[in-house]
């Protein structure tokens, strides 16, 4: 039988992480979670189940430390998987049973139910397959925030057909504050590395036509069907494919605002004695 590692990642998680090992638990072989210094109980709970918790310093680009567990893994397939996430008894046995089979391939997309202001998302696009299971040396770990797990160069890719059954359940974005600050956050991550890899300021096509298409999306999707949880959606994705590319025309300025707030003012206090200045 192969031997498969069911690995995560986990910050700050206690409020979910002990759901998504339990999925695990009672069929993978070796359990591996990644802890980036929780503040919670993220770590007391991880270790209930496992005594392979390793730390790793917190970094924006959180997705580059999977290669901590890719690394660590002693097994022959790789289940990777977010704290928020659970796996189906029918997923579950599925992956057993692939894997047992010696299939013709490396990577295995893993579709997702994701569950969004308490409500399954089913008229939106975002169901898609993801590598999250592969052999040891089929998958490369960049710093992509939401594509960090690459098949590499030749690697044999097997796609799940879109059943709730066989699939990852996402339960991700509690509340408005939750989607505006992981926005906030993300659109932050994604626009430095756009700027490191010299993409530079944004066209008035990349600064709309995504945003545009995201919307678009969602009428031909007939997402009303979502109620406000999927028109909620739909805005976010906009306003997030918009900031990401404002952000990297507005980084780059953020820095050299503080001095020209600071001439503006000064001029501004001119008119006053002494530039409003205490007196020696």
């Known amino acids: 039988m192969a ?9 700050n998680e206690q409020a979910n992480i002990e759901y998504c ?12 979670v990644v802890d980036m210094f929780s503040d919670d ?38 289940l990777s998987l977010d704290a928020d996430e659970v796996v189906t008894p029918e997923l579950a046995q599925w992956i057993r049973d692939f894997v047992d089979s010696d299939p013709p391939y490396d ?7 994701n569950v969004f202001l308490g409500r399954w998302l089913r008229s939106t696009p975002w169901w898609p397959g993801k590598p999250r299971l ?28 879109r059943n709730p059954q ?14 505006m600050s992981k926005t906030n956050r993300y659109t932050t991550i994604e626009a430095t590395h756009g700027l490191a890899a010299g993409l530079g300021y944004p066209t008035p096509m990349q ?7 995201e919307l678009a999306a969602y009428v031909a999707k007939r997402g009303y069907r979502d109620g406000l949880g999927g028109l909620a959606y739909a805005l976010d994705r906009a306003y997030y494919r918009f900031l990401t590319h404002a952000k990297r025309w507005d980084i780059p300025r953020a820095a050299k605002r503080r001095a020209l707030y600071d ?5 501004i206090l001119t008119g006053f004695p002494d530039g409003g200045k205490p007196g020696k």
Request: positive net charge; contains cysteine.
């Open 134 to 161: 592969f052999r040891k040396g089929s998958i490369e770990v960049t710093t992509d925030l939401h594509h960090g797990l690459v098949p590499v160069a030749g690697a044999r890719v097997a796609t799940l057909p």
């Open 3 to 11: 031997r498969i590692t069911g690995a995560l990642l986990a910050l």
């Open 41 to 78: 109980q993220t770590p007391e709970i991880a270790h209930r189940y496992t005594d392979l918790v390793l730390q790793h310093p917190r970094i924006a680009d959180f997705g580059a430390a999977r290669q901590v567990f890719v690394d660590h893994s002693t097994c022959d397939w790789i």
């Open 107 to 113: 990577v295995a997309m893993i579709p997702r139910v």
């Open 263 to 267: 001439r503006w003012r000064e001029r």
């Open 21 to 32: 090992l339990r999925s695990i638990y009672s069929w993978c072989d070796e359990i591996i």
């Open 166 to 179: 066989i699939s990852l359940w996402h339960f991700t974005r509690l509340s408005l504050e939750d989607i």
């Open 207 to 213: 600064l709309f036509w995504r945003s545009f298409r």
